[in-house]
């Protein structure tokens, strides 16, 4: 990789951004203009999600760049309530007209075993995965995959599933490296992706994290965003500053060694816990 518009391909031949901007936590005007900076700085992947409530500003980024449908790739994410077949349906249309585009690049269930499907989860996933592949199959949506999704619920989702999940969006960063479910992806075609890669905002406090951005004269979010890159994972920064924005780019000069891949990914409780997705209470 020598640039944030290299990629990485899905076995469906899609080819995805190594980095895009994450924005989680954004406003629909911090949105907007976040998604403007990163389209101008060269950034192609922008990823979102309903439960954001952000989807109206990120569309607005997207219409005020001025760039062919085609320039960039549109993540959205299935908010929890609307699982199920005819839900999902719904959401789906209400996602790409908030965002004002005729199909998504990628569209993912946020997550496996929401708090109101608790008793019939896999169930209600297995029918949310049955509207997912008939809007692949329509050519509403280029890529399928999942979110927060550990081994036994992909293992649920293909009893009944035709196609598989071509990514998998987890929470990847210092200290939170995730080897089974990696490993489990990895052996099963599954592109990667982290989100939260600075643990939002802890790892910025972090005293080993702050030695090694001196030794490689880089940021830490820098130091970050290469170790997700080292690892394979497509890294989803998120950012309102134009500058950071621009200085995430700045990651492929540089390598980690491996020494310092390892030392990275053990510093446990550094940016919190992996949420356990079969215990969240949204």
């Known amino acids: ?20 901007l994450g924005t989680w936590q954004s406003s629909n005007e911090t949105a907007k203009l976040s998604v403007l900076a990163a389209l101008s700085h060269g ?24 760039l062919k449908r085609e320039e960039y790739f549109v993540t959205s994410k299935l908010r929890n309530a609307n699982h199920g077949y005819e839900a999902t349906m719904e959401a789906f249309e209400l996602t790409i007209k908030k965002l004002g585009v005729d199909y998504l690049d990628l569209y993912l269930i946020h997550w496996p075993n929401p708090v109101q499907f608790r008793g019939i ?31 036994h619920h992909i293992e649920a989702l293909m009893e009944t599933a035709e196609i598989k999940p071509m990514v998998n969006q987890l929470k990847l960063c210092p200290g939170i490296d995730q080897p089974e479910i990696v490993k489990y992806c990895r052996e099963n075609d599954i592109v990667v ?55 995430n780019t700045d990651i492929f000069d540089f390598e980690l060694s491996a020494e310092d891949m390892d030392l990275i990914a053990s510093l446990s409780g550094s940016c919190g816990e992996a949420p356990d997705p079969d215990t969240i209470t949204f």
């Open 193 to 247: 992706e982290a989100y939260s890669p600075f643990g939002t905002g802890l790892i910025f406090d972090n005293e080993v994290m702050q030695n090694l951005a001196k030794k490689y004269n880089k940021t830490i979010a820098q130091i970050c965003l290469r170790w997700c890159l080292q690892n394979d994972f497509v890294s989803l920064p998120k950012s309102a500053n134009p500058i950071r924005i621009k200085d």
């Open 121 to 151: 989860w896999k169930t209600a996933m297995q029918e949310t995965w049955r509207a997912f592949e008939e809007l692949y199959k329509a050519k509403k949506i280029r890529a399928i995959g999942v979110s927060n999704f550990m081994p």
């Open 43 to 66: 950034y192609k992947l922008i990823d979102t999600a309903a439960a954001y409530g952000n989807e109206l500003g990120v569309g607005a980024g997207l219409k005020a760049s001025g």
């Open 1 to 20: 990789m020598k640039s944030i518009q290299d990629t990485y391909k899905l076995y469906n031949g899609v080819e995805i951004p190594c980095v895009g």
